[in-house]
């Protein structure tokens, strides 16, 4: 069972010893719920390794398949995680006279490269889990994407995302399904181009 922190306990403690709840950080938040990802991929991925050969070639596959899943999602979830670690806030607090400009702090947040990972980021971490593919269907793209913790674009959380939802929230960017011919069957995906086009650019 996974505890949610803080928890109900932790809000009223603080409320009986009369201390202040601070507004939490979405950053922190997404390192957690990214972290706890982690570990539930490696507790999946150790279960999938470790499970039993019956001897038969079809359950034998089916293992291979569930551990390649696994793995990858696990890739992913280590790589957020590396990132979301490895950010530095642009609206840190500086050493001195804490006297800061609050509009120009919020400028430089606004343009900062690692102020918002979109969700155009995040389909292009899938394309790039993948070997970079020409384009990825959009059943896949979104069932890959909602293993990913946290929310995407304040809208939703990444495990209620559906095909329709994520052309919503790609519209704004650019990025819009097409037709495509994966193998013998014409599909809606999208194009590894049109998301790299659709990437926002960097004002700093």
């Not at 069972?1 to 950053?27: C, K, N, R, V, Y």
């Not at 150790?46 to 291979?64: I, R």
């Not at 992913?76 to 804490?98: H, K, W």
């Not at 209620?160 to 929230?169: A, D, I, K, Q, V």
Request: net charge negative; aromatic share 4%; charged share 20%.
């Amino acid at each position: 069972m996974t505890t949610h922190f803080p928890s109900g306990l932790d809000d009223l403690t603080a409320a009986l010893a009369g201390l202040d709840i601070p507004q939490e950080d979405p950053h922190h938040r997404a390192i957690v719920d990214t972290y706890r990802r982690v570990q539930q991929l490696d507790a999946q991925l150790l279960a999938v390794a470790g499970g039993e050969p019956t001897g038969c070639l079809a359950d034998t596959h089916e293992q291979l398949e569930q551990l390649t899943d696994a793995l990858i999602l696990r890739v992913l979830a280590g790589a957020e995680l590396t990132r979301l670690l490895s950010i530095q806030c642009c609206c840190a607090p500086v050493g001195g006279d804490g006297e800061q400009d609050t509009a120009e702090d919020e400028a430089d947040c606004r343009s900062c490269p690692y102020a918002e990972h979109t969700i155009v980021h995040a389909c292009l971490d899938i394309f790039a889990a993948h070997g970079n593919p020409e384009a990825i269907s959009s059943a896949d793209l979104t069932d890959r994407l909602r293993q990913l913790p946290g929310m995407t674009e304040s809208r939703w959380s990444y495990a209620e995302l559906t095909p329709l939802r994520l052309s919503r929230l790609l519209g704004p960017y650019g990025a819009r399904p097409r037709n495509v011919r994966f193998g013998t069957h014409q599909l809606k995906g999208y194009l590894l181009s049109s998301l790299e086009a659709a990437l926002p650019d960097c004002s700093c």
